[in-house]
């Protein structure tokens, strides 16, 4: 077993990370830039080390002093957490090459899912089913011209991208002429990469994704899916497990096919395969993300299964914990709302210093969370501030939970989204199950209206 781990990450998913290294007795190292030296995790971690300014590049992307101080701290680890370098696989290379234990996937199933275009290739020789699309796109003209063969509307994404950059839907060829290049901009600004590529637009989706956990040793297990249709700009902004739209036939048949996709790619720790569901509850494969989800928590609720306690041991050369032979049983309903820093009718962020802090708490309430009553949510980064899990022995009682849990959260001195997640929660449509990625673009229509 490892025996200290360093966490290049901040906020909540360093919070989770810290404390699944005390449920296995492992030392945590905890990295922070200047202006998060009074961070929660700071305070909570055995040991920190400054790493650097505020602005990321500087700090959480700064790959020679996060590596500086796992050496500076003895760390025979580092646990990337989700965003920043969690799907970096040169990041993830050079951590072997220092010797220390990548807690995540290998870089060759970075390398082979992180592109999208490279992965809809290796998806389809898995037999995963996927919307018609292109290769990369040689410029407009090409793009202009494979539109036409596949039917507008299309959709044009960025092949190293994510989080709805150098996205754009288009109807035309006109307007596909006008936004290549402004897509392309964004694909390089975002992830220094001007790739992109086609696919056909479905209108209104949901979006469903599967979690995989695996141990590169034969045994890869999925836990069930999660619904996370409601977005705003792309970005997932409430997420439940399981979907109500999923037959137990659908989910029956896409857990078998993923379970062995995962175990003839050779795949190794947890990942999600994210897709989209049409109306005719047709799934089409979209992407895998090679690292752990801010939603894995509601996986978890319904699973049983502790996604960060099982990375770690197979980090560590363990296999997974769960038995082949072992069936996965989802037990009642979770859901989880992404409490941000913001202004809950523009969504502009808004940082500052947080006045009081009370959390929810009662049977089926879950906080993970990344601050404390007195800290300054600084400006500097994503404005994620906790994540409000709930669940019950049914969807209904698990939105009674929600709806309970959200009253109860108190965070004075800043503004947060919990007046729009309590109007989604008592949403008859939400209620009811009646779900899109245009979810909430209707509900702000109605509200209009």
Not at 49 to 56: D, F, K, T
Not at 394 to 406: D, G, V, Y
Request: hydrophobic share 40%; aromatic share 6%.
């Amino acid at each position: 077993m490892l025996k200290k781990v360093l966490i290049a990450n901040r906020g909540e998913i360093a919070v989770r990370v810290i404390r699944a290294c005390r449920e296995l007795g492992i030392e945590a190292v905890a990295v922070h830039s200047t202006v998060d030296a009074e961070a929660l995790h700071v305070r909570l971690a055995d040991r920190a080390v400054c790493i650097g300014p505020a602005p990321s590049a500087q700090s959480y992307l700064n790959v020679p002093a996060i590596i500086a101080a796992a050496e500076i701290a003895g760390a025979d680890a580092i646990h990337p957490g989700y965003g920043f370098l969690s799907e970096n696989a040169e990041f993830a290379d050079i951590c072997e090459q220092c010797g220390l234990t990548f807690i995540g996937p290998t870089p060759r199933d970075m390398q082979q899912w992180g592109e999208k275009v490279p992965a809809r290739r290796l998806a389809t020789s898995l037999g995963l089913p996927l919307l018609p699309g292109t290769a990369v796109l040689a410029d407009a003209d090409d793009a202009v011209r494979q539109a036409e063969n596949i039917g507008y509307p299309v959709i044009l994404k960025a092949s190293a991208g994510g989080g709805g950059r150098g996205m754009k839907i288009v109807r035309s060829a006109p307007e596909l002429r006008r936004v290549f290049p402004q897509a392309q901009s964004e694909a390089i600004a975002g992830f220094r990469n001007g790739d992109l590529y086609l696919e056909r637009f479905v209108e209104e989706p949901r979006h469903i994704e599967f979690q995989v956990i695996a141990d590169g040793q034969g045994n890869a297990r999925v836990l069930g899916e999660r619904e996370c249709s409601i977005q705003r700009r792309h970005q997932k902004l409430l997420e439940e497990a399981p979907s109500v739209a999923m037959s137990q036939e659908l989910r029956g048949d896409m857990i078998a096919t993923l379970e062995r996709a995962m175990k003839e790619s050779g795949y190794r720790s947890a990942g999600t395969l994210e897709f989209l569901l049409d109306e005719r509850e047709n799934l089409y494969f979209m992407e895998m993300n090679t690292r752990i989800q801010v939603e894995h928590p509601v996986t978890e609720e319904v699973s049983g299964v502790d996604l960060i306690l099982e990375q770690i041991r197979i980090a560590s050369g363990e296999g997974l914990s769960i038995p082949k032979d072992r069936p996965i049983v989802l037990n009642g309903h979770a859901i989880e709302c992404r409490i941000n820093a913001e202004d809950p009718e523009t969504f502009a962020p808004w940082p500052g210093r947080i006045t009081e802090y009370h959390p929810a708490g009662g049977a089926g309430v879950r906080v993970d969370a990344g601050i404390y009553g007195g800290w300054r949510v600084p400006s500097a980064y994503d404005s994620l501030l906790l994540k409000l899990i709930t669940h019950g022995r049914s969807r209904s009682e698990a939105i009674r939970k929600m709806e309970r849990a959200l009253r109860e959260t108190l965070i004075g001195g800043i503004r947060t989204n919990v007046p729009l997640h309590l109007e989604i929660m008592r949403n008859a449509d939400f209620r009811d199950g009646r779900l899109s990625t245009k979810f909430l673009e209707r509900l702000r229509g109605s509200r209009a209206a």
